[in-house]
């Protein structure tokens, strides 16, 4: 059963479309990357869910919901550009943030203490916020995001502005919670989606491109290419690949034999078959994996 289920959502601004008539929905225990070029609605779709800005059309429903729930109390946002008070004590803002979401002060504190552990910051829990490096605000960020318990986390581009040290913090952080709770971020850094997201929702423009799990979309896009290195000279090779009935064309390049076929799984058991029959000097034998890159291009410039 879905955790959440967005209908025909839009958003114009005056007579612009910033986003555009998109459904999605997802199941929980999933981590959802939500990926697109700049400008493509990323943000006004997450705005739109944690419930800050009205959709102009659609409709979000998270399972469980009643008819006048507040949206709030099923999702925990981390905004691009999240606003510390940097006077503050990290401590001090979790418990703020915990009786802002209606949390009593005695399990405000509990909370507080419990979550900056979790996300690993509790031994400076009594330092000033401002003293705080761009990875430990993000873990404070994603700390108090959390505090009440949400369904959903929502991140938004929660890396983007961070130095290799401080992504390198949140990706682990977030490969953590993963395991134990449901979680939706934009950003428009495949890599990241590729390493800590199961699904993807492609946006463009702020139509939905492209959405499923990484795995199928892998498969979907998979450039059909298999690369073959030889001991000797891969010209000598060509001729006989190219007379194989499941191969369309091949070009070498950096003596790599590059070969363009219909049907991957037929092409390599004739190219294996027929290397072993005439004892090929094959030194290496590659299937080309399609990179996100390669989706995202595809999709986006289609
Ligand atoms: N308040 C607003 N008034 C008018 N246009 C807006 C407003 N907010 C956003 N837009 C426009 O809506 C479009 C989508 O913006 P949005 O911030 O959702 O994109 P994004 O995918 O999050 O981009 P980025 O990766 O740059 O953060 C953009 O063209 C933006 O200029």
Same mark, same amino acid.
């Given at each position: 059963?879905?955790?959440? =289920?967005?209908?025909?959502?839009? *958003?114009?601004?005056?007579?612009?479309?910033?986003?555009?008539?998109? !459904?999605?929905?997802?199941?929980?225990?999933?981590?959802?990357?939500?990926?697109?070029?700049?400008?493509?609605?990323?943000?006004?779709?997450?705005?739109?869910?944690?419930?800050?800005?009205?959709?102009?059309?659609?409709?979000?429903?998270?399972?469980?919901?009643?008819?006048?729930?507040?949206?709030?109390?099923?999702?925990?946002?981390?905004?691009?550009?999240?606003?510390?008070?940097?006077?503050?004590?990290?401590? +001090?803002?979790?418990?703020? !943030?915990?009786? $802002? !979401?209606?949390?009593?002060?005695?399990? #405000?504190?509990?909370?507080?203490?419990?979550?900056?552990?979790?996300?690993?910051?509790?031994? @400076?829990?009594?330092?000033?916020?401002?003293?705080?490096?761009?990875?430990?605000?993000?873990?404070?960020?994603?700390?108090?995001?959390?505090?009440?318990?949400?369904?959903?986390?929502?991140?938004?581009?929660?890396?983007?502005?961070?130095?290799?040290?401080?992504?390198?913090?949140?990706? =682990?952080?977030?490969? &953590?919670?993963?395991?134990?709770?449901?979680?939706?971020?934009?950003?428009?850094?495949?890599?990241?989606?590729?390493?800590?997201?199961?699904?993807? $929702?492609?946006?463009?423009?702020?139509?939905?491109? +492209?959405?499923?799990?990484?795995?199928?979309?892998? *498969?979907?896009?998979? =450039?059909?290419?298999?690369?073959?290195?030889?001991?000797?000279? #891969?010209?000598?090779?060509?001729?006989?690949?190219?007379?194989?009935?499941?191969?369309?064309?091949?070009?070498?390049?950096?003596?790599?034999?590059?070969?363009?076929?219909?049907?991957?799984?037929?092409?390599?058991?004739?190219?294996? #078959?027929? @290397?072993?029959? &005439?004892?090929?000097?094959?030194?290496?034998?590659?299937?080309?994996?399609?990179?996100?890159?390669?989706?995202?291009?595809?999709?986006? =410039?289609?």
């Amino acid at each position: 059963m879905s955790l959440l =289920t967005v209908t025909k959502l839009s *958003k114009n601004y005056d007579a612009k479309n910033v986003v555009d008539d998109v !459904s999605f929905d997802f199941e929980s225990g999933k981590c959802i990357a939500l990926i697109g070029p700049n400008g493509a609605g990323k943000t006004t779709i997450l705005r739109m869910l944690a419930g800050l800005l009205k959709p102009s059309a659609g409709t979000i429903r998270f399972s469980g919901m009643k008819e006048n729930d507040d949206i709030r109390k099923y999702i925990g946002y981390l905004p691009q550009y999240p606003v510390f008070y940097n006077w503050m004590t990290g401590l +001090e803002f979790m418990i703020y !943030s915990g009786r $802002l !979401s209606y949390l009593s002060e005695a399990e #405000a504190k509990r909370r507080a203490a419990v979550l900056l552990d979790k996300v690993g910051i509790i031994d @400076a829990k009594n330092r000033r916020i401002g003293k705080y490096s761009g990875g430990m605000k993000q873990r404070l960020g994603i700390a108090q995001a959390i505090i009440h318990k949400p369904k959903l986390l929502m991140l938004d581009e929660p890396v983007s502005s961070l130095d290799p040290i401080g992504r390198r913090e949140v990706l =682990t952080l977030m490969n &953590e919670l993963k395991q134990e709770m449901t979680i939706l971020f934009s950003t428009h850094i495949l890599s990241d989606a590729d390493e800590v997201s199961d699904d993807l $929702l492609l946006l463009n423009k702020g139509e939905i491109v +492209e959405q499923g799990s990484i795995m199928e979309l892998r *498969k979907k896009y998979q =450039t059909s290419v298999i690369m073959l290195e030889f001991q000797e000279d #891969a010209a000598i090779y060509q001729g006989k690949v190219n007379a194989l009935t499941s191969v369309s064309n091949s070009f070498i390049e950096r003596d790599v034999l590059h070969v363009s076929v219909s049907d991957i799984t037929k092409a390599r058991q004739e190219i294996l #078959a027929q @290397a072993t029959k &005439e004892n090929w000097p094959l030194t290496s034998f590659t299937l080309n994996r399609a990179s996100l890159e390669d989706m995202f291009m595809k999709v986006v =410039t289609s």
